[in-house]
Structures are given as structure tokens and as C-alpha cells.
């Protein structure tokens, strides 16, 4: 009999969460074998007990007798298996949305369905033209932003071995999955879930780091590849090097949410959060030098990037011989190794806080763009529009998103610090004036020509000031898009932000 839309569907959903019933028992089965090798079938019993008890509304009794050292192992072994069931589940939402994106298209498909159907209806009073739409999709900025969650925060070791154990349930069934799964979770369980110590700014910043990684490397390409042919049914290209999508982040900058955040550690957040971005480029380099093996001898090359690759070999010395004798007729393939060179130069340079050297390293994102938009351009005028569009493009993008930053930093301080920073660096009783009346003061020393005296402030008001300091120094080493934003809390009046 011929089967339903809805009937396939239903059928579908059916067997997603067989599926997933299958997955989640299969990790506990694991889990449970794991606790008989690592720890004894007393420890199994015991779970199983627990687990068979509290489902029938008991066992209290169980538990009261258990000791502090059973009670932790216990707890271990639930928090485990949650961790491998919620995996599980996240595997079977990508399946389902997987499926949805295949029969009734994606969320942003869907999206520009209903622009297309509202610029066609053009209902009077609700009209807009192609110009004006071109131009709204232009100023489109969408920017998540990490916060720091110190409390919620899992270790990035757990993290990974989590992410693992999700890449093995999305391989076909066969022998090797389950050794690897069987493996993966005796991993789990030996690594302490539990930090020694309340986690440090630059912990948080690190455990952003795995999430804005995964990100750049899997996520974001296809995210922006999707959304720039989507636009093409609306007549209208998305710049390669445009930015509807960029990342925001609070960690190393929100002194208001954490008082320990000093001008110190927001550079070294920034300097660490710039190493892990140049470095997710230079694997997505390697990547894209690995494909982009098109040789001189079949299709050409522009001589703006002959050129570029030949001032590149003056300024890197360093280039190995044996990539200069392999690929002498692959102009493509030398420009991608010149830029991992000069990323690792880049990288080195603001370790070391030296200068910036013209074509040996980048001086920020917008040289970076440039050469690879200088291959993307040779491969268009020589018959490669293919490989233009392909993983060229899904890197320029994703460079554009993220930048040599990764992410842009948000500056957050309370009102009240730059009050009382303020109240010793203006004579006067200023800090009981109102609202009202320390505007004016305010506006009148900003049109002031002398500086403020800042020759005896208390340690507040030095972490206050040294903040922009620390702003400033920044944006010079880094460009303007590592900072954007200081937002000011508590704000009262207009004089806290003046």
C-alpha cells in the first residue's frame, strides 16, 4: 500500500527513538561493565539496587546506611550515566533536525520562504523593495555571547571525552565503535569531574575556548555557507568577507561579576583567546592547503598572486625546501603555507610583545582576509569557481566571523567604581553630589584642558583607571575588533555613563 507523508514521518520519529532508547542503553551497559572493571560488581549491585528502589518510591533506607566513600562513588556513577544519556539525546536532536532540514528544508530555508512571500504579496502599508532588503541584510549583526558560570562550568577534559563519545554514536554500528565507546568511558570515569579549586578567569576563559573551537572548525562554515546560498534565492550575494555572524565574550572582562577580573587578567584572557584563534586557522589552513593542489601547468594563476607568492618567499626565509621543491608549480599551496607561516609569526609576535614586521606577520584580520580573497579571486579568473565557492570560501567566511580573536571582548564595571575613582581624582565633595548635579562637573572636565590628577588613587580606583589602560593597549595590539563595548551596571542617571 502506498504510504502518507505523515505516515513516513511518524515512522521516521519511530525509529529515531528506538534509536536513542537503543544508544542510552548501549552507554549504560558500558558504564556498567566499566564500574565492574574499575571498582567491582559491589559497585554495580549497588547502583542497580539504588536505581531499582528509587523507582518503585524508595530507597531512604539504602542510602542511610551507605558510607561517605560509597556515597560518592554512587553519586559518580549517576552523574556518569546522566552525562552519557544527555549525550545520547544530543545525538538523536541532530539526528531529528537532520531529518527536518532534509524533507522540509532548515530553519533559515524556511526563514527566507516567508521574506520571499511577504516581498511577492507586497500587502499595502507591509511593502518593502529589493534595495531595501539588500540593505537590512547588510546591517544584519547577530554576536552570541559566552558568560562566564563557574558553578556549571565542566572541565574541558570532560568535555572532550563527552564529545567523543558523541562522534562514536553518530558512526554506522561495527566492532570498532564499541571498543572506542567501552574505551572512551573508562576515560570518563577515571577523570575526576571536579576541579581542585574554585576555577580561575582564565579557567572560564579556557572552557569558552573548547566551545568557540568546535565552532570555528565544524559549526560556523557551513552555518554562513548555508545562509549566503539561501540569500542567492532573494537575488542578493552575501559578501565573502561580510559578518552577519561574530562572537562576543564576558569572560576576562566583567569586573562587576567577579572582582578578582584586574586589567591583568583581562590582557592575558585576550592574549590566550588569540593564540587558540590563530591556531583553529592555522588547521583550517592546513586543511585548505591540502586540497588546494591546482598546478600552473593546467590552469593558471593571476599574476597578483604570482607576486604576492613571490614577495612572500623574500619575507620568509624559513620556508621549508622541501615545499618549495614539491610544490614549485602550485601557487595556491605555497600561499596557504606562507600564511600558516605568518600566523605562527603572528602568534609569536604578541607572545612576546614585539612589533609588528610588514609581510612577515598580520597586523590584524583585514591582511589575513586579503590573501585569502587574492586566492579566491586567481581561482574565479582561471576556471575554478568550484573550488572558489568551496572550502575557500567556507574558511573566508569563518575567518571573517571570528577573526585572529576568535571572539570581542566586553568590558563590564559598576557605576559606582568610576564614581569613586572620580571623587579622588576631581576637587571637592563630589561624590555627594546628585545625579543631577555631577553632570555638569562632569561636562565641564571633559572640556577641560588640564589631566586629571591621578598621583594618589587607593587600589580601587588604579584597577578602575588601569582598565582602560589595559582597553588601550588592546586595541592597539590586537585592532580595534577586540574590544567594541564597556558597559556600565547600575546606571542611575546620565552622569554614570558621562
Known amino acids: 500500500?502506498?504510504?502518507?507523508?505523515?505516515?513516513?514521518?511518524?515512522?521516521?520519529?519511530?525509529?529515531?527513538?528506538?534509536?536513542?532508547?537503543?544508544?542510552?542503553?548501549?552507554?549504560?551497559?558500558?558504564?556498567?561493565?566499566?564500574?565492574?572493571?574499575?571498582?567491582?560488581?559491589?559497585?554495580?549491585?549497588?547502583?542497580?539496587?539504588?536505581?531499582?528502589?528509587?523507582?518503585?518510591?524508595?530507597?531512604?533506607?539504602?542510602?542511610?546506611?551507605?558510607?561517605?566513600?560509597?556515597?560518592?562513588?554512587?553519586?559518580?556513577?549517576?552523574?556518569?550515566?546522566?552525562?552519557?544519556?544527555?549525550?545520547?539525546?544530543?545525538?538523536?536532536?541532530?539526528?531529528?533536525?537532520?531529518?527536518?532540514?532534509?524533507?522540509?528544508?532548515?530553519?533559515?530555508?524556511?526563514?527566507?520562504?516567508?521574506?520571499?512571500?511577504?516581498?511577492?504579496?507586497?500587502?499595502?502599508?507591509?511593502?518593502?523593495?529589493?534595495?531595501?532588503?539588500?540593505?537590512?541584510?547588510?546591517?544584519?549583526?547577530?554576536?552570541?555571547?559566552?558568560?562566564?558560570?563557574?558553578?556549571?562550568a565542566a572541565r574541558r577534559s570532560i568535555l572532550n571525552k563527552l564529545g567523543e563519545v558523541a562522534k562514536l554514536l553518530d558512526q554506522d554500528l561495527n566492532p570498532r565503535q564499541h571498543e572506542r565507546l567501552a574505551e572512551t568511558v573508562d576515560l570518563l570515569w577515571q577523570t575526576d569531574e571536579l576541579r581542585l579549586d574554585r576555577p580561575e578567569p582564565l579557567d572560564e576563559a579556557m572552557n569558552a575556548l573548547y566551545y568557540l573551537d568546535d565552532l570555528a572548525t565544524n559549526t560556523v562554515p557551513e552555518v554562513l555557507n548555508d545562509f549566503a546560498r539561501e540569500l542567492k534565492r532573494l537575488d542578493i550575494n552575501l559578501p565573502v568577507t561580510a559578518r552577519p555572524l561574530t562572537f562576543g565574550t564576558w569572560i576576562g572582562g566583567d569586573r562587576d561579576g567577579n572582582p578578582n577580573i584586574t586589567p591583568e587578567i583581562t590582557e592575558e584572557a585576550v592574549v590566550l583567546q588569540v593564540g587558540h584563534a590563530i591556531r583553529t586557522t592555522i588547521a583550517a589552513m592546513n586543511r585548505l592547503r591540502q586540497m588546494l593542489s591546482v598546478s600552473t601547468r593546467i590552469a593558471g594563476a593571476t599574476p597578483e598572486l604570482s607576486a604576492s607568492v613571490e614577495e612572500d618567499l623574500k619575507n620568509i626565509p624559513e620556508f621549508e625546501p622541501r615545499f618549495l621543491r614539491l610544490n614549485v608549480q602550485e601557487p595556491y599551496r605555497l600561499k596557504a603555507t606562507a600564511i600558516v607561516h605568518r600566523l605562527a609569526f603572528t602568534r609569536n609576535r604578541h607572545a612576546a610583545r614585539g612589533p609588528h614586521v610588514p609581510g612577515r606577520d598580520y597586523k590584524n584580520t583585514a591582511e589575513l582576509l586579503a590573501d585569502l580573497t587574492l586566492m579566491r579571486d586567481s581561482l574565479f579568473a582561471h576556471r575554478g569557481e568550484l573550488l572558489a565557492t568551496g572550502l575557500l570560501e567556507r574558511t573566508i567566511r569563518t575567518v571573517a566571523a571570528f577573526g585572529l580573536t576568535h571572539a570581542t571582548l566586553d568590558i563590564r564595571e559598576h557605576s559606582d567604581a568610576h564614581h569613586n575613582a572620580l571623587k579622588q581624582m576631581i576637587s571637592g565633595d563630589y561624590i555627594n553630589l546628585s545625579h543631577d548635579e555631577k553632570f555638569p562637573v562632569l561636562i565641564k572636565q571633559l572640556a577641560a584642558s588640564e589631566k586629571l590628577d591621578i598621583s594618589s588613587l587607593d587600589a580601587a580606583a588604579s584597577k578602575t583607571l588601569n582598565t582602560f589602560v589595559a582597553i588601550a593597549d588592546l586595541i592597539e595590539r590586537f585592532g580595534p575588533e577586540v574590544i567594541e563595548t564597556y558597559i556600565v551596571s547600575m546606571t542611575k542617571g546620565a552622569d554614570d555613563l558621562i
Open 1 to 152: 500500500m502506498p504510504v502518507t507523508e505523515s505516515q513516513a514521518n511518524a515512522s521516521n520519529i519511530a525509529s529515531n527513538d528506538a534509536l536513542l532508547r537503543s544508544d542510552v542503553r548501549k552507554l549504560g551497559d558500558l558504564l556498567g561493565q566499566s564500574l565492574v572493571r574499575q571498582e567491582g560488581q559491589e559497585l554495580l549491585d549497588l547502583v542497580e539496587s539504588v536505581r531499582k528502589a528509587v523507582r518503585e518510591g524508595g530507597g531512604t533506607e539504602i542510602l542511610e546506611k551507605l558510607s561517605v566513600e560509597d556515597s560518592v562513588q554512587l553519586v559518580r556513577a549517576f552523574s556518569t550515566y546522566f552525562h552519557l544519556a544527555n549525550v545520547a539525546e544530543q545525538v538523536h536532536r541532530a539526528r531529528v533536525l537532520a531529518h527536518d532540514r532534509a524533507t522540509g528544508g532548515s530553519w533559515l530555508s524556511r526563514a527566507i520562504d516567508k521574506i520571499e512571500e511577504a516581498y511577492k504579496a507586497q500587502v499595502p502599508g507591509h511593502t518593502f523593495t529589493h534595495d531595501e532588503l539588500e540593505q537590512w541584510i547588510s546591517e544584519l549583526m547577530v554576536r552570541p555571547v559566552f558568560t562566564a558560570h563557574p558553578t556549571e
